[in-house]
């Protein structure tokens, strides 16, 4: 069965530091692997994606991340955040067409 | 395009109470998902629905929990007598069949109290 772990439940980062938020993942094939973001009371939006090809995937507001396929991980990064990146982000992973399976989430605070 | 409408966005119910949301996938979405999350937790998946055949069932969903998608476009997922641990949003997304992989794409979800 598929699954995700994100280790960090809570981090804080200073406002224009850089941020790696950690995501493992578990399937026993090539993975589909996502980053969605949610802020309080919302839906998730999708931030990037890895399908295949080129282990450094860009994602929309200045986030990408890597696969690592020898580590099982997909870890998010962003070399300066601000302020209105405080949200929770979570990681999933799926088998291609099927459900996708979520981590339960890390929460980013960004403090001035 | 339109993204995916979910509706109501809150519903208080006494336990007990049957409630009902329903979900608009994006237009020509093929595949449409449940998911509840409670506070603290990442989405758990439900149901999922290609066209109108309900392919998927997870274990979370108890036979007081229905859902449908009787034409292929909209959902509705019906709670029926609910108690107080079905307080959570429900979450619906879409997606295209075709394409890479299976991006879902999330609507604003519905929160459910139960009082």
């Known amino acids: 069965a598929q699954s995700v772990t994100q280790p960090d439940i809570h981090i804080t980062v200073s406002e224009g530091a850089s941020l790696e938020l950690r995501c493992n993942y578990s399937y026993g094939a090539t993975p589909y692997l996502f980053w969605y973001v949610q802020s309080p009371g919302q839906g998730l939006q999708l931030l990037l994606k890895y399908f295949s090809g080129d282990t450094l995937v860009q994602g929309i507001k200045g986030f990408e991340a890597e696969f690592k396929r020898s580590q099982s991980s997909f870890n998010l990064r962003k070399p300066s955040v601000h302020w209105s990146d405080a949200a929770e982000y979570f990681c999933a992973v799926s088998g291609g067409y099927q459900k996708v399976t979520f981590g339960t989430g890390t929460k980013l605070q960004v403090i001035p | 395009d339109t993204g995916v409408s979910q509706d109501p966005r809150h519903k208080i119910t006494k336990r007990g109470q049957n409630v009902t949301f329903r979900c608009d996938p994006i237009s020509e979405h093929n595949r449409l998902y449940w998911y509840r999350q409670t506070l603290g937790q990442g989405p758990e998946f439900l149901t999922y629905?290609?066209?109108?055949?309900?392919?998927?069932k997870s274990r979370l969903l108890s036979d007081r929990f229905s859902a449908e998608r009787p034409k292929g476009s909209f959902s509705t997922l019906e709670i029926q007598r609910t108690e107080q641990g079905d307080s959570a949003m429900y979450l619906c997304?879409?997606?295209?069949?075709?394409?890479?992989?299976?991006?879902?794409?999330f609507g604003e979800g519905s929160w459910l109290t139960v009082v």
């Open positions: 997304a879409s997606s295209p069949l075709g394409g890479q992989g299976n991006t879902i794409y």
């Open positions: 629905f290609q066209n109108e055949a309900q392919l998927e």
